[in-house]
């Protein structure tokens, strides 16, 4: 039987929430693994629980903050237990517009997991196609998880999540990536 993995996004006009079905898509297409879509609006976070693996989807607002639906969740995540889990997260922003804070809520998510005990899984590369200033979210050249820009790069996000994806399934232990 092949894994299970936990998408859980918030999405205010939905760039996130059509990213994570692309994101299913992709992983589903694989047969490695099934997804179970959870807008975090509508869900109780202790789902989370119920899952080996998990990817979280955040867009950014109102200069680095998070998601509204996040943030009001945000203290629920003291209550879940995520010692030893697997977590990747992706996250939607305006480098553009927003070019000192791209992607930040992916950090404030990202750093509140860890503090939860999940394992980051699914770093990705800050390569020549991105043009901002600053992120929190990167460390060292590297985003914390995956960052898509559906206001400026759209034509860039299928490509970028089919490679994210095999690295996360690789991370996960669902998937061993074959060397070009
Ligand atoms: C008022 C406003 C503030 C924003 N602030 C940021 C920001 O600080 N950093 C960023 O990367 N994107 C920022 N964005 C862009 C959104 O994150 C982007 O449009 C994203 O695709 C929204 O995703 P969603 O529809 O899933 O919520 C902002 C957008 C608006 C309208």
């Known amino acids: 039987m092949s894994a299970t993995i936990g998408l859980f996004y918030g999405s205010t006009n939905g760039a996130g929430a059509v990213a994570g079905e692309l994101i299913k ?23 989370m629980e119920r ?6 989807g955040v ?20 209550e ?13 922003g305006d480098q ?28 990705w590369l800050v390569d020549d196609s991105y043009e901002f200033e600053y992120s929190r979210a990167v460390i060292d050249d590297v985003f914390i998880g995956l960052a898509l820009d559906d206001d400026n790069q759209s034509h860039l996000t299928e490509q970028r999540v089919q490679t994210w994806v095999e690295i996360v399934l690789e991370d996960f232990g669902l998937a ?5």
């Open 25 to 47: 898509a992709t992983i589903e297409k694989t047969g490695l693994a099934t997804v179970d879509l959870h807008d975090v609006a509508y869900t109780n976070l202790k789902e």
């Open 96 to 123: 553009y517009g927003y070019p000192d804070s791209f992607v930040d809520g992916m950090e404030t998510l990202g750093a509140k997991v860890m503090e939860r005990g999940g394992e980051p899984a699914g770093f």
């Open 59 to 78: 867009s950014t607002w109102n200069i680095g903050l998070l998601q509204d639906d996040w943030a009001d969740k945000f203290d629920e995540l003291d």
């Open 176 to 180: 061993v990536l074959v060397p070009a």
């Open 51 to 56: 899952y080996n693996y998990l990817i979280l």
């Open 80 to 92: 879940i237990e995520l010692t030893g889990k697997p977590v990747a997260l992706y996250g939607m």
